[in-house]
């Protein structure tokens, strides 16, 4: 076919890290240690998958990566962000990540807290102010923020986690509600990825919704593989497997068995991959990418 | 003069927790321990000091309150948020605010967390949501977020924190980096609601610079006087005085004494009010507002 999804994916996610790398630069005053930290999260090494779902929907019908860029790496703030206060003591309790000390190991509590915080801020300033000067409407720019603050807040990602929490330790965890968990914690923000990129890039009512679909079935296949991932390890994840386990934590594959989830997985790869299946070849990197996430080292 | 401005404070306050109160609703279902949570400190009676002034300066430029609400209250969710995250035991370690319980002592940290996440999230939603709805043109919202989401991130609000943060016990505290703290971690909020509301309103360019400066004295004259009511009390901060000292924390009045700190306050007032000096008697409420805030019980 042609399509090297290991090269897409690596010149992707070079474009996404330089245009982060050159968002937070450390100033030499006596304040900087607020940006090393913002810094230090934002540069750690991440997949970059939500902005290259960003970037691959909205190139797909039709826009340029120039005018996705500072949207997709807005989104890839929201997320990190999301990962530094998920690592605080008081929540997972996390000292490593992506095989690297956790933010508030490195920095302290406070600092990490902090940086969290202004990278969520920093990411609406960035739609804002990098949309505008980019050339994307007003009504689009604002449309883009509604997307991503819906699925990050208190409607989406932020409940996701706060009912994360509230399940540990909990018997009688069922099945819907680990879905629904997933669907807010992580699901939310992939599909507003893909959702910003197709607005910003000019899609169609139709192409939208089924983008839509897509990105909805691959959330819940990517959550179920890591899940997977933390009981069997493997050198993605970076951090000590059998975290869940030790918190106590019902998922996925310790409710129905490893084979099921990973059955279940593939099943929701195939049915992200038939969301598309309108879409001419220009649509591969969409499912190519489809497929690589379904295929991650189980 | 007539104007009343015990009147116009609580009945611009009733207006503003009725919306509030109006946005958080808690719903029956399992996960609402976080919307509880946001709900407990939007609703634990603050001044709402950046609301009112985000109406006031709209108003004044012939705005109306039902354009600005939303805004005005999507700022006082940024400011609430900022609140529950510096009452964290990393942080200032606080357990009581406004007379109540912090958000983390009823909560626990990881839901206070959440909470606040979640409220600063949620205020971009509202701005991008409403300010819709609510018939603003869609450059007027992109300008609004701009503003905002300025004055919160890394160059504002959570820089002033972080900068706070990191002048607790040191020596060779200056006076000028205490007021650029304060500018940074009180004052950049303030100017934003000042300057959100007139945009609103319609403000012309140079009624708008007018305005920020106005904002501009008034933050950093409050400023000044909660550090001196943090040390001869009083019963409006609502928590132990002192606190301050015990954290070994620089504040203008440990550096210039008591008496010159609330000379410099009343100058700084004074200064607030005569950048109105080129409008007639539709900025009252403004004027008012400056001295109603300068005169806070010492």
């Known amino acids: ?175 819907e509600l680990i879905e629904e968990m997933h669907s807010l914690k992580t699901g939310a923000l992939i599909q507003a990825s893909v959702v910003s990129g197709a607005r910003i890039g000019g899609a169609t009512d139709s192409q939208l919704s089924q983008l839509r679909q897509y990105a909805r079935f691959l959330g819940l296949s990517f959550q179920i593989i890591d899940d997977v991932l933390d009981i069997e390890g493997g050198s993605e994840i970076g951090k000590a497997r059998g975290a869940d386990a030790r918190r106590k934590k019902a998922t996925y594959p310790t409710l129905v068995g490893i084979k099921k989830a990973k059955e279940t997985a593939q099943k929701l790869t195939e049915e992200a991959i038939f969301a598309l299946k309108d879409f001419d070849e220009k649509a591969e990197p969409l499912r190519q990418l489809a497929y690589y996430l379904g295929a991650r080292k189980y």
């Open 1 to 175: 076919m042609g399509f090297d999804i290991e090269l897409y994916l690596s010149t992707r996610k070079k474009i996404i890290d330089k245009k982060l790398s050159e968002l937070i630069l450390v100033s030499a005053e006596s304040m900087s240690r607020l940006k090393e930290s913002m810094r230090y999260s934002i540069l750690a090494g991440g997949k970059r998958l939500r902005p290259i779902l960003c970037l691959a929907a909205g190139e797909f019908v039709g826009g340029t990566i120039e005018k996705i860029l500072p949207i997709s790496c807005a989104i890839e703030m929201i997320h990190t962000y999301s990962l530094i206060h998920d690592d605080l003591p008081s929540m997972d309790d996390d000292s490593m990540r992506r095989g690297m000390p956790t933010n508030h190991s490195v920095f302290g509590e406070a600092v990490a807290i902090l940086a969290g915080d202004a990278l969520l801020t920093d990411a609406f300033l960035m739609v804002a102010s990098e949309g505008i000067s980019n050339g994307l409407s007003p009504s689009l720019v604002v449309e883009v923020i509604r997307d991503i603050s819906k699925a990050a807040g208190s409607q989406g990602m932020v409940m996701g986690q706060a009912l994360d929490l509230a399940l540990e330790g909990k018997e009688e965890v069922t099945l």
